[in-house]
């Protein structure tokens, strides 16, 4: 492995190399000697789509998400078509993880709804998936005037699919001396935090078989 950093080059030696992150997007990066499964593989027809996403603590504009639910329970999700005018993909409440059953989580909606709508002060953080960074106007047709962005992170979560496809392998290189695996592989898929712990589990299977063969 050579790694170039502050203008210095460092190389390593390693048995084992787990490549953790999308090829496509990995424009710095260069094999050497090349990889025959990474040279067939058309790496310009494979694109991650852009989601960007904001945590953004408000109410929200009620007009924009006609609904028929009760009044005592607040909008929990909002997710658009393709169709759609919204310049979101989804929308959605951010529950506390240290509620347990649904009824602890009904309990939290609906108290915290009653006091939002008694004092009109927002008591729900909301994460929403967008392909560009909400504006100020965006944000202001999604909520009433009194919101407060929390946070953005704008990245490259999921792939663009594309019919037929075809996908890198986990083992990118292995020989009895060396092995090359790809963490990402399984994002070709579906990308999920959930998809990566598997994909890390496989990795460490194979890392595993591959060290009892051959060591």
Known sequence: VNMEQEEKSIVRQYDIVLFCSPIERSSEVKFVPNVPSIDSWKKEQHKMRRCVTTFVRGILNSNMYPTTAKAFFPIVEVLTTSQSDLPIYSLAVKIPCTLKTAEEIGTYLTT????????????????????????????????????????????????????????????????????????????????????????????????????????
């Open 112 to 215: 915290k709804y009653q006091k939002q709508m008694e004092t009109n002060e927002p008591q729900f953080a909301y994460k929403i998936f967008s392909p560009d960074i909400l504006t100020q106007q965006d944000l202001h047709l999604l909520f009433q005037s009194n919101w407060k962005k929390i946070t953005i992170e704008d990245w490259y979560a999921y792939p663009e699919y594309r019919i037929p496809q075809d996908f890198l392998p986990f083992v990118l290189e292995k020989s009895s001396k060396s092995l090359l695996l790809y963490e990402n592989a399984i994002e070709q898929g579906a990308g999920a935090m959930e998809m990566s712990l598997i994909s890390g589990r496989n990795l460490s299977n194979l890392t595993a078989d591959w060290v009892k063969e051959n060591w």
